[in-house]
C-alpha cells in the first residue's frame, strides 16, 4: 500500500516536471491580471451634493432601489405578443430604477516598472453606453451592455503614483424589452503585458479532424509586436489534459510590427472525448519566447467533440443522436439583479442539470463569459445569442439606434470571446428580429451570417423566428443554416414537408406560465387568462396567446424526429416581463420560470425532469389544504406509466399513460375529487400491479415552526460565494404551510453577510436587500455570501409566534 502511494507521488512529482519543464527553464516575465473588484466609487445621475457610495464590482445599482411602476412605464404596441394598439406595461423592465446615469471612479496605482507594458482594461460587461476615462482623458465607448470589451490605457497612465480611473454609464427608457440590469455588473480587470504578447481572445483552437487515436488541433494565435523592431520569437503551444502535458510544438518565426497570426497544428494521442455526461476539457499553454525570456503565457481551453446537424435525423453529438433538452435563460440572477455571481450560475446550472436539462440558450444577448464555461464544465450544450433586435426598432431606444456602427463589433466580440468553448454549437444572430416582416429583412441576416461564417467556419448560423410566414417569405429562414422556431410545434411537419433541406429546432417553446404553489380548479388549458389575484396556475396549462403547455411540445418533438429540441422558456423567472399581467400593477417580474425568481422549483421543474431526466420521478399537485367538500383536481407528474390515487386510505383510482391522449401522455389525472382533510397518496404500479414508489401529501396545520435547507453547507472564504438558503414554513408534524405568508426575519452573524432575500412571487414589491421577507405559498429564500476571512456563517431565521432556526455554514480558504 504504503509502496504504491510512493510510487505514485513519484509519478506525480516527474509529470509535474515534464509538464514545467519549459516554463521553468527560462526567466518568466508573464503577464499579469489584475481583477478590479473592492474599493469601487459609485454616484447615481450627477447630483453634486450626493455622497460617493463605496461598492464592490459586479455591482448593479438598481436592484436594492425601491419598485416603482413609473420606471420605463412603456406606452407600446408588442408586435410579437398580437398587439395591434399601444398598451401601457408596467413592470416590463422589472420596474427598478436602471434607467439614469451611473458614475463609478477608482484609483489605479501603477510603478515605474509597469512603464516596461502594455496594459489594458478588459469589461465582461458594463450596462450600458460605457465611457471610461483615465486621469480625465478619454479612453473609449462601448455601447451594447452584454457586449465584453477592452482599451488599452497605456498612453493615458501616469506612472509611479496614483491615477483616476472613471465610468461613466447611461441606460436609457425603452430601450428593452427585460430589466437589463444597471451598473458595472460583471467583472472588470487590468492586464499589464510585455510589448510582444498575445491579443486579448487571440487564440483561435479547432479540432479539424477527430478519430480514437488522434486529435488534430489547429491554433491560430494572434500576436503582436510593439516593440520598435522586427523579433525573432518562439511561439510554444501546449496541450495539457487534467494537468499532464499531452502535446507540444514550437514554432520560430520573425515577428514584424503589425498583427501577426501564426498558425500551428499539433496531435493528441487518444482523445478524451467532451460530451454532456463527459465534459473533458483540454488547456492550452501558449508561450512567447524572445531570447531566453518567456514574455508572455496565454491560457486557452477547448475540447474535442464533433457536433453535426441533419435535416432527417435531428443533431449529433460525437456522432450519437441527441435531442436538445434546452432552456433559454435572461442574465439576471433574481434577488442578486444582474450583477453577476459565478456561484449562484453554479447553483443555478446544478438544478438545471438535476432536471435533466442539457442545453442553454443565452437570451437574447451575450452572456457572462462564465456561463458558457460552466456550459464547457458541466456538460450543456450552448448557444450563444447576440441580438434581440438589429435596424428595425422593438424599443425606441434599443438596439437599432447601434444597428449600423456597432453590429459587426459586438458580433464579433462575442464570437473572439466565445469560440473555443466544446459546449457551443451555435452562432444565433438574432431573436424574433422585426426585419422578419421585412422584404429587405434578409440583407441583415445575410450579413451577419456571413460574418459567422468568417469568424467560425465549425458553428452554423441560427435565429429564433415567430414570424414563420415574414421568415419565410422574405429570406430571412434560408440565410441563416439553422433555422430555430419560437412557439411553432404544429408547424414543424409542415416547415419539414415544405423545405425538406432545413434543419430546425424549437428555439423557443412552452411560454406556459406559472406561480409556485397557486392552483385553480379545474385543471384546464388557460389561454392568457387574467386572474384576480394576479397568479398563474400551477398545472402548468395557463399560456398566453402564442404559447403552449409544455406537453404540446413534447408531442411535437416525439412526433417529429427530424427536430433537433427544444429550449424551452424560460429556465427560470426573470426580471421584467410579467406576462399575462403586463398592464397590471404590482407585477414586475416573469411567470414563464419553470424554476421561480429566487431558485426555488414549480411543479413544472417535475414535469420536465420526468420526461427528460433519467431519474424515476412521481410528483403529487397541488398542495392538500382545500375546503372541506370543494371539488379539485390532481396531478401526477411521473415517469411511472401507472398509479393509483388514494385519499385518506380510499383509492380514487387506476390511472395509467395513454399516448392517444395529449395530456395524459406525461401526466396521470384525477378530475373531480372532493376534498378532504387528510392524506392523499399516490402510489406508482409495475403492470402487475406491484408497488414501485409512492408519494404523499398531508393536510398542515396551522404554521408552528421554520424549516431551513441550504444548498450546500461549505463554501470558499472568497467574499463570493453565495448559499442558497430555503426556509419553510411548517405545521407542528414538519408538514409546509402551503398558503403561508409569514414575515421572516434574519440575521446572519460570522464570516458572511446576508446578499439578498426572494419568495418568487411576481407581485411582490419587497426590498431584495432587506433583511427580512413574507414566505410566498410557504417558502422563502435567504442568499448568503462569505466574507474573505475563514469561518462560520451563521443564519437565525424567526417569525412572530414561530419556533426561530439557526444554521451554520463552514467557509473555507481553500477552495
Ligand atoms: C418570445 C420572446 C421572448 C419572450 C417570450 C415570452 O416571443 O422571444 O423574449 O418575450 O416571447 O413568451
Not at 440558450?361 to 450563444?384: C, K, W, Y
Not at 408519494?695 to 448559499?723: C, F, H, I, M, W
Not at 464570516?751 to 427580512?772: A, I
Request: aromatic letters at 12%; a negative charge; one cysteine or more.
Amino acid at each position: 500500500m504504503r509502496t504504491n502511494y510512493l510510487f505514485y507521488l513519484l509519478i506525480v512529482f516527474w509529470s509535474l516536471m515534464l509538464s514545467c519543464q519549459k516554463i521553468e527553464k527560462v526567466n518568466n516575465n508573464n503577464r499579469e491580471i489584475i481583477r478590479l473588484t473592492d474599493q469601487w466609487e459609485f454616484q447615481y445621475n450627477d447630483t453634486l451634493d450626493q455622497q460617493w457610495e463605496t461598492v464592490t464590482v459586479p455591482h448593479d445599482w438598481a436592484i436594492s432601489m425601491p419598485f416603482d411602476q413609473e420606471v420605463d412605464k412603456q406606452a407600446v404596441i408588442v408586435l410579437e405578443d398580437g398587439e395591434r394598439v399601444p398598451k401601457v406595461r408596467t413592470g416590463r423592465t422589472g420596474a427598478l430604477p436602471h434607467i439614469g446615469k451611473g458614475f463609478y471612479k477608482k484609483s489605479l496605482y501603477f510603478t515605474q516598472e509597469d512603464q516596461q507594458k502594455k496594459i489594458f482594461i478588459q469589461f465582461d460587461g458594463a450596462m450600458s453606453h460605457a465611457k471610461v476615462y483615465l486621469n480625465k482623458q478619454y479612453v473609449g465607448t462601448w455601447p451594447y451592455g452584454y457586449s465584453s470589451f477592452e482599451f488599452e490605457l497605456t498612453p493615458h497612465i501616469q506612472f509611479n503614483q496614483d491615477n483616476l480611473l472613471e465610468v461613466h454609464l447611461e441606460n436609457k427608457s425603452l430601450s428593452s424589452r427585460w430589466y437589463p440590469g444597471a451598473g458595472i455588473y460583471r467583472e472588470v480587470r487590468i492586464v499589464k503585458t510585455n510589448p510582444i504578447y498575445v491579443k486579448n481572445w487571440g487564440t483561435y483552437i479547432t479540432t479539424p479532424q477527430i478519430t480514437a487515436s488522434k486529435g488534430n488541433v489547429n491554433i491560430k494565435t494572434s500576436l503582436q509586436n510593439r516593440t520598435a523592431q522586427n523579433q525573432n520569437i518562439e511561439l510554444i503551444q501546449s496541450i495539457f489534459f487534467k494537468n499532464q502535458r499531452v502535446s507540444t510544438s514550437t514554432k520560430s518565426i520573425k515577428l514584424d510590427q503589425n498583427d501577426n497570426e501564426i498558425e500551428m497544428n499539433l496531435v493528441v494521442d487518444t482523445p478524451q472525448w467532451w460530451s454532456i455526461e463527459t465534459p473533458n476539457l483540454y488547456k492550452v499553454i501558449t508561450e512567447v519566447v524572445v531570447g531566453d525570456e518567456i514574455v508572455d503565457i496565454y491560457e486557452s481551453q477547448f475540447g474535442f467533440r464533433t457536433i453535426e446537424f441533419t435535416n432527417n435525423d435531428g443533431f449529433f453529438l460525437n456522432g450519437k443522436p441527441l435531442k436538445f433538452k434546452g432552456v433559454c435563460l435572461h442574465h439576471d440572477l433574481g434577488p442578486l439583479g444582474a450583477a453577476h455571481n459565478l456561484s449562484a450560475w453554479k447553483h443555478r446550472l446544478l438544478k438545471l442539470k438535476e432536471m435533466g436539462a442539457n442545453a442553454i440558450r443565452s437570451t437574447h444577448n451575450p452572456s457572462d463569459p462564465s456561463l458558457v464555461q460552466l456550459a464547457d464544465e458541466m456538460g450543456f450544450l450552448f448557444i450563444a445569442e447576440a441580438f434581440d433586435e438589429w435596424e428595425i426598432p422593438k424599443t425606441e431606444n434599443g438596439y437599432n439606434t447601434l444597428w449600423h456602427d456597432w453590429a459587426e463589433k459586438d458580433l464579433v466580440a462575442l464570437m473572439h470571446r466565445d469560440r473555443n468553448h466544446p459546449s457551443l454549437i451555435m452562432w444565433s444572430i438574432g431573436n424574433e428580429i422585426r426585419e422578419q416582416n421585412d422584404p429587405n429583412g434578409a440583407k441583415n441576416a445575410q450579413f451577419l451570417t456571413d460574418i459567422v461564417h468568417r469568424e467560425d467556419p465549425t458553428r452554423p448560423s441560427t435565429a429564433g423566428f415567430n414570424n414563420f410566414k415574414g421568415a419565410i417569405k422574405n429570406g430571412l429562414a434560408d440565410a441563416v443554416d439553422i433555422p430555430g422556431w419560437n412557439y411553432k410545434p404544429q408547424k414543424y411537419e409542415a416547415f419539414h414537408k415544405d423545405h425538406p433541406e432545413w434543419k430546425m429546432y424549437g428555439s423557443e417553446t412552452a411560454s406556459t406560465v406559472s406561480s409556485r404553489g397557486e392552483y385553480f380548479f379545474p385543471a384546464k388549458e388557460a389561454k392568457h387568462k387574467i386572474r384576480p389575484n394576479l397568479h398563474s396556475n400551477s398545472f402548468d396549462m395557463d399560456f398566453p396567446n402564442w404559447a403552449q403547455t409544455p406537453d404540446r411540445e413534447f408531442k411535437a418533438q416525439e412526433k417529429n424526429d427530424f427536430i433537433m429540441g427544444e429550449f424551452v422558456w424560460t429556465g427560470y423567472d426573470y426580471l421584467g416581463e410579467p406576462t399575462p399581467y403586463n398592464e397590471q400593477w404590482p407585477t414586475k417580474s416573469s411567470y414563464f420560470g419553470i424554476i421561480d425568481l429566487a431558485g426555488i422549483p414549480k411543479d413544472r421543474f417535475y414535469l420536465y425532469k420526468s420526461h427528460w431526466s433519467e431519474e424515476k420521478v412521481l410528483h403529487l399537485l397541488p398542495h392538500w389544504n382545500w375546503k372541506e367538500g370543494q371539488t379539485v383536481s390532481v396531478h401526477c407528474y411521473t415517469n411511472y406509466d401507472k398509479a393509483e390515487l388514494f385519499l385518506n386510505g380510499k383509492s380514487l383510482g387506476i390511472r395509467t399513460k395513454d399516448a392517444s391522449q395529449l395530456y395524459d401522455s406525461y401526466r396521470l389525472r384525477w378530475d373531480d375529487i372532493v376534498y378532504q382533510k387528510g392524506e392523499l397518496k399516490v402510489v406508482a404500479l409495475d403492470k402487475k400491479g406491484n408497488i414501485l414508489a409512492e408519494e404523499v401529501k398531508y393536510t398542515a396545520g396551522s404554521p408552528v415552526a421554520l424549516q431551513v435547507e441550504l444548498d450546500r453547507n461549505q463554501v470558499a472564504a472568497n467574499g463570493e460565494e453565495v448559499v442558497y438558503a430555503t426556509i419553510s414554513v411548517v405545521d407542528k408534524e414538519g408538514v409546509l404551510c402551503p398558503r403561508a405568508n409569514n414575515l421572516i426575519h434574519f440575521e446572519v452573524k460570522g464570516e458572511g453577510q446576508l446578499r439578498g432575500v426572494g419568495n418568487g412571487d411576481p407581485t411582490s414589491l419587497e426590498s431584495f436587500v432587506d433583511h427580512k421577507r413574507k414566505a410566498f405559498n410557504g417558502k422563502c429564500v435567504a442568499i448568503l455570501q462569505s466574507s474573505k476571512d475563514a469561518g462560520n456563517i451563521i443564519l437565525k431565521v424567526s417569525s412572530d409566534g414561530l419556533e426561530s432556526k439557526e444554521i451554520t455554514v463552514n467557509t473555507l480558504s481553500l477552495m
